[in-house]
């Protein structure tokens, strides 16, 4: 896969991208995104000082004025491209991919995502027509002033009560490293430095492996729970008290429940929650009960924000741990939702009950395969053989393809797409009883990998 993608742009540097590519995206961004106000921002990445200046030469020689906000969260940018007013805005990480890479997410006003269907394809355009080379000193770029103290501020002020638990922090070695201290004061902080070589686990908390580390402190400290974040800390994860991962589509229902009590004023349509086309029908039906109105998005942040926004949503999440805020902008936070989440946990134990036990009655309906990557060349082969042996597992009784295909039947539900960031077909699947599960992944699994 190329450097652009389909919500930003992101690769393993000196191979799929360099620095000439990042001056001529800085030279080309003004152009496709109106506006002369710009705002930068960038992660501990070993290469991101190199590709901050290369992009804040090109922004400068296309006649922007750029702001620098230095090392940061993803989120922050966010915050700071709304909050200040700005006209356009570059995170440069590569998020949770592994060190050898590195990227740019792009906003314009008000932090809406550019992604490749609305301005990143003419990005790649103007860029595969430019001839010019990075060169010359770095042109001046003004700071924004005690920004990183603002942003927790504003944080501390919609934190939910938590003081009365006893749980972990692992910041990954990224950009939540800022933070952690001031945030979750009395806490077990695990890799608090940032270091772009991330050299203690994968910035991406998804990967079994990287937690093992935060589920062995809450085990051995009989902690409460524990919160990861990813690299550059858009994406908040859980372990319960017995260090077992928390799947980030379940916690939608507690997200909306800890947002909902945190209105100060009401909102037209607060009752409405994203989720993407992964999530568990356990998370969809809680929320109905829980009064709220679910509504369906495609996977990931260029898709989910807009829509958050059209529709008035009061929050959301996804599968992979982003959860969307309509009070941070209609932007992801992984900082807000670990202290919203937190501040649920707080009330169970203090009503008796640990997070599994909290978490019982929405994970506990449905056995759920989580996502499940497959590497094949023909992808669109693939999901019709998924789509014919699926016919054949039981009477379907809804579909959506917004993002490849959701089936829907009385015994689960099975979702088949293609990764927009990663070279895999995913395949999920959701079913009343473990032993249907097991055969469904089966004869699906074996569909995708036939010849």
């Known amino acids: 896969m190329g450097f652009f993608k389909a919500y930003d742009m992101r690769g393993t540097f000196a191979a799929d991208f360099d620095l000439d590519t990042v001056y001529k995206v800085g030279r080309a961004l003004p152009k496709v995104v109106k506006g002369n106000r710009w705002l930068v921002g960038r992660d501990c990445r070993t290469t991101s000082d190199a590709v901050h200046d290369a992009l804040v030469k090109g922004l400068a020689e296309a006649g922007a004025e750029v702001s620098d906000l230095g090392l940061c969260t993803t989120p922050m940018v966010y915050y700071f491209t709304a909050a200040d007013g700005f006209d356009g805005s570059v995170m440069i990480t590569a998020s949770h991919n592994p060190p050898s890479d590195n990227g740019l997410k792009v906003s314009k006003a008000t932090a809406l995502p550019v992604g490749y269907a609305n301005g990143l394809n003419e990005v790649e355009r103007l860029v595969g027509g430019m001839q010019a080379k990075a060169g010359g000193p770095l042109p001046p770029v003004k700071e924004l002033p005690d920004a990183l103290s603002r942003y927790v501020a504003w944080q501390k002020g919609r934190c939910g009560d938590f003081s009365g638990l006893r749980f972990a922090v692992d910041c990954s070695n990224g950009m939540s490293s800022l933070f952690a201290r001031e945030m979750f004061p009395g806490a077990v902080l695990l890799n608090d430095t940032p270091d772009g070589t991330f050299p203690n686990h994968s910035p991406n908390p998804l990967k079994s492996d990287a937690r093992e580390q935060i589920a062995k402190a809450v085990r051995e400290k009989r902690l409460d729970c524990g919160v990861i974040f990813d690299g550059d800390a858009d994406r908040a994860m859980f372990v319960d008290e017995k260090g077992e991962f928390v799947q980030p589509d379940y916690l939608v229902p507690i997200v909306a429940r800890a947002t909902l009590g945190h209105l100060t004023t009401q909102l037209p349509n607060h009752h409405k929650i994203i989720h993407d086309v992964r999530t568990s029908r356990g998370a969809i039906e809680t929320l109905r009960e829980d009064g709220f109105e679910p509504v369906m998005v495609p996977v990931?942040?260029?898709?989910?924000?807009?829509?958050?926004?059209?529709?008035?949503?009061?929050?959301?999440?996804?599968?992979?741990?982003?959860?969307?805020?309509?009070?941070?902008?209609?932007?992801?936070?992984?900082?807000?939702?670990?202290?919203?989440?937190?501040?649920?946990?707080?009330?169970?134990?203090?009503?008796?009950?640990?997070?599994?036990?909290?978490?019982?009655?929405?994970?506990?309906?449905?056995?759920?395969?989580?996502?499940?990557?497959?590497?094949?060349?023909?992808?669109?082969?693939?999901?019709?053989?998924?789509?014919?042996?699926?016919?054949?597992?039981?009477?379907?009784?809804?579909?959506?393809?917004?993002?490849?295909?959701?089936?829907?039947?009385?015994?689960?539900?099975?979702?088949?797409?293609?990764?927009?960031?990663?070279?895999?077909l995913r395949l999920l699947v959701e079913c009343r009883t473990k032993d249907m599960l097991e055969k469904w992944v089966k004869i699906l699994s074996e569909a995708i990998e036939a010849k």
């Open 300 to 424: 990931g942040h260029a898709f989910a924000k807009p829509i958050l926004r059209e529709c008035g949503a009061l929050c959301g999440g996804e599968l992979a741990g982003h959860y969307y805020f309509s009070e941070f902008f209609g932007c992801d936070s992984g900082l807000l939702a670990a202290t919203r989440i937190l501040s649920e946990v707080a009330k169970a134990k203090t009503a008796g009950k640990t997070f599994s036990e909290m978490m019982k009655p929405i994970v506990s309906r449905y056995a759920n395969s989580g996502e499940l990557n497959f590497r094949v060349e023909d992808k669109d082969a693939a999901i019709a053989r998924v789509l014919a042996a699926a016919a054949k597992l039981a009477r379907e009784t809804g579909r959506s393809e917004m993002d490849g295909y959701r089936l829907e039947f009385d015994e689960g539900w099975i979702s088949v797409r293609k990764s927009n960031t990663e070279p895999y």
